[in-house]
């Protein structure tokens, strides 16, 4: 049974940062690309970031370009978030694809597995 648990969220005032992390468990984490989405009141679960399975290449979602930053180690992926901004306001999922050695993917009915979700509020 896969096993995704998200931490790091909280109440950032605007400008400033938050590490996202994903913790991971049940599969081979290293063969599997991972995912960012988040989903804020009232809107639908939109991308934000997405990792090749060994880490090769990453690709985000326009509004979060420059600031956000996808990273993967043993058994975790990170979400380094700067410059946040009070739209960025939502609770932030970590999601692995269905099958192995995919290059990731901005649509999230590729992703077979969820985590739980951590709030991130950013305020003005």
């Known amino acids: 049974q896969v096993q995704l648990v998200e931490s790091g969220g909280g109440l950032v005032q605007a400008g400033g940062s938050l590490r996202l992390s994903c913790a991971a468990s049940g599969r081979t984490f290293s063969s599997y690309a991972m995912g960012w989405f988040r989903q804020a009141p009232g809107k639908e679960r939109e991308f934000v970031a997405t990792?090749?399975?060994?880490?090769?290449s990453t690709y985000y979602a326009d509004s979060v370009k420059g600031r956000f930053t996808v990273s993967r180690d043993n058994a975790n992926v990170h979400l380094q978030m700067n410059s946040l901004k009070p739209e960025d306001t939502a609770v932030y999922y970590c999601?692995?694809?269905?099958?192995?050695?995919?290059?990731?993917?901005?649509?999230?009915?590729?992703?077979?597995?969820w985590g739980q979700g951590t709030q991130v509020t950013v305020s003005s």
């Open positions: 999601a692995q694809e269905k099958g192995p050695y995919g290059g990731g993917s901005p649509t999230r009915f590729n992703y077979a597995y």
């Open positions: 990792i090749h399975w060994n880490g090769a």
